[in-house]
């Protein structure tokens, strides 16, 4: 004899797990689909984060001059006198006289410098002291309808930072080296030359990171005496390369 109400039972369990299927699929495509969403949001905020940081990079970046300078004829140039600026040495116009000098023979001689008096000098050094840019600065200025720059270096190792610090203090020579390469660096912006995201680069910008006491240390290395500053520009091969894009010979 059939057994109705047993099939009857069966039946209802059926249809009820045949609901409970269709459920748990409904509640899989809406997971599939909220998920898609959050995968979506969560790239287009990754996103932002990443372009909002890489803007801030460049906002923290000072302005820097991007006209060069009249090459026609010799640009003139002004080493001030730093006399009672804080870690200022007499002898730290001799380590920017050298910075321009290898600005000059790194662009074979594309242009020459000249000193000059300073209400006349198209480049004019200054030392500066606490209160100024970190390491230097460079700002833009007109001279006689020309386009020039005034160069502040600060010369006080010891306001650099304790790491810097101690190890200038015991190395004389690692404090010419952070002067000199502050001068070099400055002054190629007098000329005309933007930060590099290279570390090799002596127009290489901080704000991108990096280790700067294995910055200066690598120029240090090269050195054996202070007079050996004068032969050792510092300058990279791409660093070479910009400065002869801009002012090779014709």
Known sequence: ?????????K????????????????????????ASKIFTATTIIGLSILVLATLLASARQPAMMSQVLDKKSPITYFIADGSGKPG??????????????????????????AAATESSALI?????????????????????GQQGAAVFIRPDIDSLGEDIARRARADALLRESIVYLTC?????HALGLEH?????????????GGDIVEYFGRYR?????????????????????????????E
């Open 88 to 113: 200022y040495h007499s002898s730290d116009r001799e380590l920017a006289r050298w910075a321009l000098q290898a600005w000059q023979r790194s662009a074979a001689n594309g242009f020459r410098f």
């Open 11 to 34: 039946l209802e369990d059926f249809f009820q797990g045949f609901s409970s299927i269709q459920s748990l699929a409904s509640l899989r495509a809406r997971v599939n689909k909220n």
């Open 221 to 249: 290395a090269k050195i054996r005496t202070r007079n050996d500053i004068a032969g050792v520009s510092g300058l990279s091969e791409g660093d070479v390369n910009r400065i002869r894009a801009i002012y090779g010979r």
């Open 1 to 9: 004899m059939w057994n109705c109400s047993r099939s009857a039972n």
């Open 196 to 208: 590099t995201r290279d570390f090799r680069d002596i127009m290489y910008y901080f704000g991108y």
């Open 124 to 144: 004019r050094l200054y030392w500066a002291g606490p209160d100024s840019g970190e390491y230097g600065e460079t700002r833009p200025i007109v001279v006689g």
């Open 184 to 188: 070099v660096h400055e002054l190629g």
